[in-house]
């Protein structure tokens, strides 16, 4: 089989405008980025054509290093209900640079199920990246220039600054440093350090609002730090929401690009799950649900991670009901988590299997716990044999909940067309349920983030430290208990344990600190030893990337 770039580049690409007049966007609307992309303005977004169409949620088991394919099966979903004579349409989120050149390589799908064009969306895209990268860090110049302005005037100065800065890099030389070093005109010493963009709150603002002005708003509410007097600093406070707006003013239209079989798909925002809320933005959701009457959308890492996140805070915060959740499984990482070590996953073991179902069971657990109709998806690879697929397939029987292998990977929309029906007809035959919360809007933080805890991760018991429990009376301050949480830990298992595969039982959570995002309109709580700042493997995927001729090599 072909690569994902040669497959990519085996595609003859419509010309956007026709792919958006195919799904009904007015043409006259779109805004083209060369010939094979457009951003679509938010004003199109139809609240009424939102009610009447169906939203389906892609997650997966807890990931593993042999990789789950959740991003191929959402895009393969997508193809197989056009197959069937559905009109679909994948929203995804975008990639960021850190990962393409560090551990994963691209993230706009694989094989027969991929958006193009894929250079374009992995590497430079559109430039929101950039654009939220600019936003973050000019409102650090600004707040870093109002400190040295009024140096030595308590009255206007910051006791404590939360404020970062943000690169859309791995890079773990810059997660603590010290600037303003040197002569006092280089600025005010002080200790602070870099997170990667898709950890910036603006990341996070921009997957939230509902509009422009709702954009400009949060940006005003973001706390920077706090005064003497222990008040909340905010960007308001500066007076810079409206310049900072205007860095995003493009950036928070929806991208429009295409699959492998030329069906409309959105990319837009690109949060990661395991450091931040996981999902594409509210408008992009919203302007697929405007235009496609069956979408399909992701959420990173496994269901512990993105899927309680989607439910919580962004479908809490856009008001969206979900109609199914798919989850994806593979045998490899069920192997994985039936203890088969690594280098004898694609050998069959059924013992190792069927170990690995505890894995599953305990996600079905959680999905169901929100009220959701869960269907299984099976992410074929061309080593499974069929008895390991009768076992996976008899074991979902078993738990009452759909099953369906996908083959989009290697045969595009056909490999797809089982899904698509399962996914179609348990919409069709099975109304959705009101979608349920894992904690009331009015429970306190501690008490949130220990229900997600105990409940959604299987934690015993949830331990804060002292730097926790000082940024919890500012939260009480702030008078912003009401705010929802999200959890930021490891995604490899259900622990802080990046090793214990399966389900770990009996453990605790630590809670290190807290980050208030304000401005977005949730807590963070930082759990274990997770940074923000990812660093790069031993061997990262840059050292297998070049361009020869012109063309970009090495980029899957």
């Known amino acids: 089989m072909f690569t994902d770039i040669k497959i990519a580049r085996s595609i003859e690409l419509k010309k956007i405008k026709k792919v958006a007049k195919e799904i009904d966007i007015p043409t006259d609307e779109i805004m083209n980025y060369g010939k094979y992309v457009a951003k679509v303005p938010v004003h199109l977004i139809d609240e009424e054509k939102i009610k009447k169409h169906n939203l389906i949620l892609v997650t997966a088991i807890t990931p593993t290093q042999a990789g789950i394919g959740k991003t191929t099966v959402s895009i393969g979903l997508s193809l197989g209900l056009v197959k069937i004579g559905k009109k679909a349409v994948v929203v995804l989120r975008e990639p960021s640079l850190g990962p393409c050149f560090g551990m994963k390589g691209g993230a706009a799908g694989g094989g027969y199920a991929q958006v193009l064009p894929m250079e374009n969306i992995n590497l430079h895209f559109t430039g929101d990246f950039h654009a939220i990268t600019s936003a973050h860090n000019m409102i650090t110049a600004l707040l870093d220039n109002y400190l040295y302005q009024n140096r030595g005037i308590c009255e206007v100065g910051l006791k404590e600054i939360l404020w970062k800065r943000v690169l859309d890099v791995n890079d773990r030389s810059l997660r603590k440093m010290v600037t303003g070093l040197g002569t006092f005109t280089n600025g005010i010493p002080t200790e602070t350090g870099f997170d990667i963009t898709p950890a910036s709150e603006i990341m996070a603002i921009l997957c939230l609002s509902e509009n422009l002005d709702d954009l400009k708003r949060r940006i005003g509410e973001i706390l920077l730090g706090f005064d003497f007097h222990g008040k909340p600093f905010k960007v308001k406070d500066l007076g810079i929401e409206g310049a900072i707006t205007i860095l995003l003013k493009d950036a928070i239209h929806p991208n429009l690009v295409q699959t492998t079989e030329n069906t409309a798909a959105f990319v837009h925002g690109g949060p990661f799950a395991n450091i931040a809320h996981g999902c594409n933005s509210i408008v992009a959701t919203k302007m697929a649900l405007t235009f496609g009457e069956y979408v399909i959308t992701e959420a990173g890492f496994g269901a512990d991670l993105g899927a309680e996140k989607f439910f919580n805070i962004k479908c809490r915060k856009a008001g969206l009901q979900p109609k199914l959740t798919v989850i994806v499984a593979t045998s490899?990482?069920?192997?994985?988590?039936?203890?088969?070590?690594?280098?004898?996953?694609?050998?069959?073991?059924?013992?190792?299997?069927?170990?690995?179902?505890?894995?599953?069971?305990?996600?079905?657990?959680?999905?169901?716990?929100?009220?959701?109709?869960?269907?299984?998806?099976?992410?074929?690879?061309?080593?499974?044999?069929?008895?390991?697929?009768?076992?996976?397939?008899?074991?979902?029987?078993?738990?009452?909940?759909?099953?369906?292998?996908?083959?989009?990977?290697?045969?595009?929309?056909?490999?797809?067309?089982?899904?698509?029906?399962?996914?179609?007809?348990?919409?069709?035959?099975?109304?959705?349920?009101?979608?349920?919360?894992?904690?009331?809007?009015?429970?306190?933080?501690?008490?949130?983030?220990?229900?997600?805890?105990?409940?959604?991760?299987?934690?015993?018991?949830?331990?804060?430290?002292?730097?926790?429990?000082?940024?919890?009376?500012?939260?009480?301050?702030?008078?912003?208990?009401?705010?929802?949480?999200c959890i930021a830990k490891t995604q490899f298992s259900f622990s802080t344990n990046p090793k214990a595969f399966g389900v770990e039982k009996g453990f605790k959570l630590k809670i290190n600190d807290i980050v208030i995002n304000n401005g977005a309109g949730f807590i963070v709580a930082i759990a274990g030893e997770i940074m923000r700042m990812p660093g790069l493997p031993k061997n990262p995927n840059a050292m297998n990337m070049d361009i020869v001729d012109g063309r970009i090599e090495g980029l899957s």
């Open 332 to 485: 490899q990482g069920l192997k994985m988590h039936g203890n088969v070590p690594l280098d004898s996953i694609k050998k069959p073991n059924s013992e190792g299997l069927i170990r690995g179902f505890e894995n599953l069971d305990k996600h079905l657990e959680n999905l169901a716990s929100f009220g959701q109709q869960v269907v299984v998806a099976f992410n074929h690879y061309d080593f499974d044999t069929e008895e390991e697929i009768a076992l996976v397939r008899a074991h979902c029987r078993e738990k009452g909940v759909g099953f369906a292998v996908n083959k989009a990977f290697a045969e595009g929309g056909e490999g797809a067309e089982d899904l698509a029906r399962l996914v179609a007809d348990t919409i069709e035959t099975s109304p959705a349920t009101p979608l349920r919360f894992s904690y009331d809007e009015n429970d306190d933080i501690k008490t949130k983030i220990e229900k997600i805890a105990k409940n959604i991760y299987g934690a015993d018991t949830v331990q804060f430290s002292d730097r926790t429990e000082k940024m919890l009376q500012f939260v009480k301050q702030m008078n912003i208990e009401h705010f929802p949480v």
